[in-house]
């Protein structure tokens, strides 16, 4: 199911899908949320800047943000990095808290405010 889910919003986040069309396949993928308009809304010109490469630091524009916690939060990535931490990397190179980011096609983990592969 989760990689139905994934799908789906890779379909949202590459502007193949609108938000209506993705919030009923959630709602059929019974996902158990859904994106709101206005918070996790990814607008026609935010999708229009954004821009992704081979590398998670060609990644530019607008994504969501899955904390694991039901919802997806709207994130801006400036150069493969968030505006601000969304976990802490300890010295082992893991994190307090498993984070990820949808942005276009790609999906990347999230390590303080840098994206990284999966």
């Known amino acids: ?5 994934t799908d789906i919003l890779f379909k949202y986040t590459t502007g193949e899908a609108t938000l209506e069309e993705t919030n009923d396949a959630l709602k059929e993928a019974e996902a158990g949320f859904n994106l709101e308009p206005g918070r996790n809304e990814i607008t026609p010109d935010e999708m ?52 990820f980011v949808i942005i276009g096609p790609n999906r990347y983990e999230v390590k303080g405010d840098t994206l990284t592969d999966c």
């Open 48 to 99: 229009a800047l954004t821009t992704v490469g081979d590398t998670p630091e060609e990644a530019n524009g607008f994504g969501l943000l899955d904390t694991g916690t039901g919802s997806m939060e709207k994130v801006h990535v400036t150069n493969g990095k968030l505006d601000e931490a969304i976990n802490q990397v300890n010295h082992d190179g893991t994190t307090n808290m498993l984070a």
């Open 1 to 5: 199911m989760k990689n139905d889910i």
